[in-house]
């Protein structure tokens, strides 16, 4: 997911990393809250705080935290780590905005497999009831989750459909084609009076040849030999 963050943060999200707490910046959710390094990484090199700060990552005492937390880290709106919370958050997010005739925008980036849970979809017809037109959804849909693949643990097909038919308008992209996601943020709102859903297709792992598409690395942490690999696979991409 961190070429849809690279693209938010570079061109979409307004924000202040000088003024953190400014209150006309947009909002951003990361619903799972277990990709809080790649979160972390950006807000660093967007100046939220220094570069230095993230070798403290998931360390003992860091404010760091292995899920996304915003105690003590400007530029993190919400913790999150419990899925199928984020998009809930976001809708009243959204709402709050409207009610008080306010310009900001809500974006939350989903993973494919929390949205399994029910509490999502509650929130999607919520979201299309009140016309949310100021709040978007990016999912990273990599189609592995946990233990399997999305489709052998709960298919989500007619995945764009189901979303299409909770009132949501739906784009899909490549979501490590940087154009393509610039570009398509860019029509937000893409309907006015409709919520937003980006479908971005993504390979879990992507850049190291041998994390690509394997489900053992949503748990393991390359080590030794494994990370100079993946590190110079990184550094020639």
Same mark, same amino acid.
């Given at each position: ?50 570069? *230095? ?47 008080? /005739? ?9 993973? /494919?497999?929390?949205? /399994? ?44 459909? $189901? ?42 792992? $992507? ?13 393991? *942490? ?16």
């Amino acid at each position: 997911m961190v070429d849809i963050l690279a693209v938010l943060y570079a061109y979409i999200l307004k924000y202040d990393s000088q003024r953190p707490d400014w209150e006309e910046r947009d909002r951003f959710i990361l619903s799972k809250g277990h990709g809080g390094a790649g979160v972390y990484a950006v807000l660093a090199e967007c100046g939220f705080f220094p570069i *230095t700060k993230l070798d403290s990552h998931y360390q003992d005492g860091s404010d760091l935290s292995g899920h996304v937390s915003h105690k003590g880290i400007p530029g993190v709106d919400i913790s999150t780590g419990s899925l199928g919370h984020g998009l809930p958050i976001g809708a009243g997010m959204a709402l709050a905005a409207k009610l008080d /005739d306010l310009k900001r925008r809500i974006f939350v980036v989903l993973s /494919d497999g929390e949205c /399994d849970e029910g509490s999502n979809w509650e929130a999607a017809l919520f979201a299309s009831h009140h016309r949310l037109d100021n709040l978007t959804i990016v999912i990273d849909y990599n189609k592995i989750q946990s233990l399997t693949t999305v489709k052998e643990t709960l298919n989500l097909e007619p995945f764009k459909e $189901k979303w299409e038919s909770f009132g949501w308008n739906v784009k899909e992209v490549d979501g490590h084609n940087h154009d393509q996601l610039k570009s398509v943020f860019e029509e937000i709102p893409f309907q006015n009076g409709r919520p937003n859903c980006v479908l971005a297709h993504t390979i879990k792992g $992507k850049g190291v040849s041998f994390m690509e598409n394997k489900v053992l690395w949503h748990y393991r *942490t390359a080590r030794d030999e494994e990370y100079e690999a993946a590190l110079k696979e990184l550094e020639q991409a």
